[in-house]
C-alpha cells in the first residue's frame, strides 16, 4: 500500500474542495409556439437602437440568453408580413438588465411604425415592459447569477408578447390581418382576434309550398271528360301554358 505525504494529501483535498460545479444549462427561449401578429405590409424591417451602458454591457454579457438577442430573434419570427402594399418598422429601442439598489432590474421597450406606399397612411404602437428580482450576492457562484439572469430574461419576455400583441391589436388593429400567410404558422384555436369558422345553422323548411304527393309510377287517365289527362302532370298535360 502506497503511503502518500501529508502534504500531497492536503493539496489533493483542498483541490477537491475548490473545484468549481459544473455549469448549468437553460433551454433556449423560443416562441414559434404563439400565433403570428400578421401586419398588412409588403415588408418589415426589425432594427437594434438599443446602446447598453457598461454596466447594462456587463450584466447582458453574463447573461446565456441575452435579452437583446432574444427579443430580435422573436420580432423576426412572430411579426410577419401578409404582402399587402405598405412598408413596417419594428424598432428595439431597450432591452436592458442592470442592478439598481441591490436589485436586478429589467425593461424591454419596442415600437412598431407602419405605413402605406403612399405616406398617406400611417400607424404607431409601442410595448414596454419591465420586471425586477434580487440581486445575487457578490459572492454567488456563477451558476445562481446565470440562473437569475435567466429568469429575469424570461419573465421580460413572456410579458412583451403579451403587451405586444395588446399594443399591435388596440393601436394597428387596421393594420392586422389574422388570416394565414406564406411562412406564417397557423392561428391557435381561440387566440385573441382570430376570425373563428361558423357552421351554418340547418336550411329552414320552406313555409307556404304544397305538400309534395307521391305519384303512381304508371297513372291511369280517370276522367272522361278530359282527354289525355294523367293525374299529377300539372298544366302541361291540360294544354294549358305553365305560369311564367
Aim: charged share 10%.
Amino acid at each position: 500500500m502506497k503511503h502518500w505525504p501529508f502534504s500531497t494529501l492536503a493539496v489533493l483535498a483542498l483541490a477537491a474542495c475548490s473545484s468549481p460545479a459544473p455549469l448549468q444549462t437553460f433551454a433556449p427561449l423560443d416562441y414559434s409556439y404563439l400565433p403570428p401578429l400578421v401586419l398588412k405590409v409588403a415588408s418589415l424591417n426589425v432594427v437594434n437602437n438599443y446602446v447598453p451602458s457598461p454596466s447594462e454591457a456587463t450584466w447582458i454579457g453574463e447573461d446565456l440568453v441575452s435579452p437583446i438577442t432574444t427579443l430580435q430573434n422573436m420580432l423576426n419570427r412572430r411579426i410577419v408580413a401578409s404582402g399587402a402594399p405598405g412598408t413596417a418598422t419594428i424598432a428595439i429601442q431597450t432591452a436592458s438588465i442592470d442592478q439598481v439598489n441591490g436589485n436586478l432590474t429589467g425593461t424591454m421597450t419596442v415600437d412598431v411604425r407602419v405605413a402605406s406606399p403612399d405616406g398617406r397612411s400611417t400607424g404607431y404602437a409601442e410595448a414596454t415592459v419591465s420586471a425586477s428580482q434580487t440581486a445575487p450576492d457578490s459572492g454567488a457562484s456563477q451558476n445562481d447569477t446565470q440562473s437569475a439572469l435567466y429568469g429575469l430574461t424570461k419573465r421580460l419576455m413572456n410579458d412583451m408578447n403579451v403587451q405586444l400583441q395588446y399594443q399591435l391589436q388596440h393601436n394597428l388593429g387596421s393594420w392586422l390581418s389574422w388570416s394565414s400567410t406564406p411562412g406564417a404558422a397557423p392561428l391557435a384555436a381561440g387566440a385573441a382576434g382570430a376570425i373563428q369558422a361558423t357552421p351554418l345553422p340547418p336550411a329552414a323548411p320552406l313555409t307556404g309550398a304544397a305538400p309534395l304527393v307521391p305519384q303512381p309510377a304508371n297513372p291511369v287517365n280517370t276522367n272522361s271528360a278530359v282527354p289525355n289527362y294523367l293525374p299529377g302532370a300539372g298544366p302541361a298535360a291540360l294544354g294549358q301554358a305553365a305560369p311564367q
